[in-house]
T-cell receptor, first 110, second 114 residues
Framework: GQNIDQPTEMTATEGAIVQINCTYQTSGFNGLFWYQQHAGEAPTFLSY????GLEEKGRFSSFLSRSKGYSYLLLKELQMKDSASYLCAVKSGGSYIPTFGRGTSLIVHP | GAGVSQTPSNKVTEKGKYVELRCDPI?????LYWYRQSLGQGPEFLIYFQGTGAADDSGLPNDRFFAVRPEGSVSTLKIQRTERGDSAVYLC????????????FGPGTRLTVL
């Protein structure tokens, strides 16, 4: 089985930087996703990391360390609209199906 | 819009009733996935179709749950003898091909079993 752990809730200030961590335990790791989900809406794809290192995409960056079973999502220049749940998900064992963590609810306040 | 659509958006039913939830994937997408999401949880995998066939149904919780995709496009998730514990948001997603990393999710159907 897989075990994915991320904080339940985080708060941050508009304009600041926030880092959302995700740790996982799995065998046959293939890759790690980050999704954003606003309340009552569908998850939307943010990133997919396969190799170690940092991948930057605008205000959002995602980091992966395969040896440590660790990833983080970095959000810069926070905006109120970034208030959402951020889901970490892992693909492993050659499966096409990602396993999702419980999500981190991010609250951005003025 | 050419996104994934799901109907109905909300469904309220009574315990013991039968329900059908529909998913229209993005046109041309061959892979289709059903997930269930409870409040405060991430999506939980139910079943995955490649074309018309169920490639992986290991996530279906029991035999009250069944899904079909007869023409390789629209899919219907069917739940018999609904129970209060079935209440959740049922999400559908599609991807262009089997194994594609990006899945496109629909808005979900919120099912409430009274």
């Amino acid at each position: 089985g897989q075990n994915i752990d991320q904080p339940t809730e985080m708060t941050a200030t508009e304009g600041a930087i926030v880092q959302i961590n995700c740790t996982y335990q799995t065998s046959g790791f293939n890759g790690l996703f980050w999704y954003q989900q606003h309340a009552g809406e569908a998850p939307t794809f943010l990133s997919y990391n396969v190799l170690d290192g940092l991948e930057e995409k605008g205000r959002f960056s995602s980091f992966l360390s395969r040896s440590k079973g660790y990833s983080y999502l970095l959000l810069k220049e926070l905006q109120m609209k970034d208030s959402a749940s951020y889901l970490c998900a892992v693909k492993s064992g050659g499966s096409y199906i990602p396993t999702f963590g419980r999500g981190t609810s991010l609250i951005v306040h003025p | 819009g050419a996104g994934v659509s799901q109907t109905p958006s909300n469904k309220v039913t009574e315990k013991g009733k039968y329900v059908e939830l529909r998913c229209d994937p993005i046109s041309g997408h061959t892979a289709l996935y059903w997930y269930r999401q409870s409040l405060g949880q991430g999506p939980e995998f139910l079943i995955y179709f490649q074309g018309t066939g169920a490639a992986d149904d290991s996530g279906l919780p029991n035999d009250r749950f069944f899904a079909v995709r007869p023409e390789g496009s629209v899919s219907t998730l069917k739940i018999q003898r609904t129970e209060r514990g079935d209440s959740a948001v049922y999400l559908c997603a599609s991807s262009a091909q089997q194994g594609d990393n990006e899945q496109f999710f629909g808005p979900g159907t919120r099912l409430t079993v009274l």
